[in-house]
């Protein structure tokens, strides 16, 4: 027969199991959402960097744009960044779990990188995730790029989420929060003409 010590510490290695393998659960679909996510980014950036290219670059050769996705060499850029955003924003970002980025570039006399950034929330993993965004200007002097001299962050706040929501409501009201950051990094960059 246990004794009543061996009982508890039973109960609680098994609640520590229940809420570790929650949290493998959780956290595999708040990466899960974090790639959905993403991938809405790439195509809406896709899509605003043809009308750029169709819209600006017809009256200015020099306006050129890009898109470009984290990969394992990149993935660590722009975590400053993030930083500083989530300070602005009140709250702690954690790119140690989960992180990922998607860029819009606009080049010109004065390249503008527009960047969202996916991450995890807090400083221990709950599943909370939140997409954050910066607009940071580049200089180019002489065909060489200095490094960021300005970053502002993007929106009212961060977009969180954990994967628990349905997609097509989560994709519905991201698309809402990037719409309006991306009017607002818009109308920066042109305001810097």
């Known amino acids: 027969m246990e004794t009543i010590p061996q009982i508890l510490v039973g109960a609680s290695e098994k609640l520590q199991a229940r809420q570790e393998f929650l949290r493998k659960e959780q956290g595999h679909k708040a990466f899960a959402a974090a790639k959905v996510l993403q991938q809405v980014t790439e195509t809406r950036f896709e899509k605003l960097c043809a ?4 819209t600006v670059g017809a009256a200015n050769a020099s306006i050129a744009c890009g898109v470009r996705s984290s990969d394992g060499k990149s993935v660590h850029y722009y975590q400053r960044q993030v930083h500083l955003t989530a300070q602005h924003f009140s709250y702690t970002a954690d ?12 080049e010109g006399e004065r390249h503008a990188d527009v960047i969202v950034f996916f991450h995890c929330v807090g400083p221990t993993f709950t599943s909370l995730m939140a997409a954050s ?9 002489n065909g060489q790029r ?8 993007l929106g009212v706040s961060a977009y969180r989420f954990t994967g628990r929501e349905e997609e097509k409501n989560l994709t519905a009201t991201f698309g809402d929060w990037l719409n309006a950051i991306l009017a607002q990094a818009l109308t920066m960059w042109r305001d810097q003409l």
């Open 133 to 141: 965004a910066f607009l940071q200007f580049v200089d180019v002097v």
């Open 51 to 54: 009308e750029i290219k169709e």
């Open 146 to 153: 200095r490094p960021a001299t300005e970053t502002h962050a």
């Open 95 to 106: 790119v140690k779990t989960y992180r990922a980025w998607v860029r819009l570039r606009i």
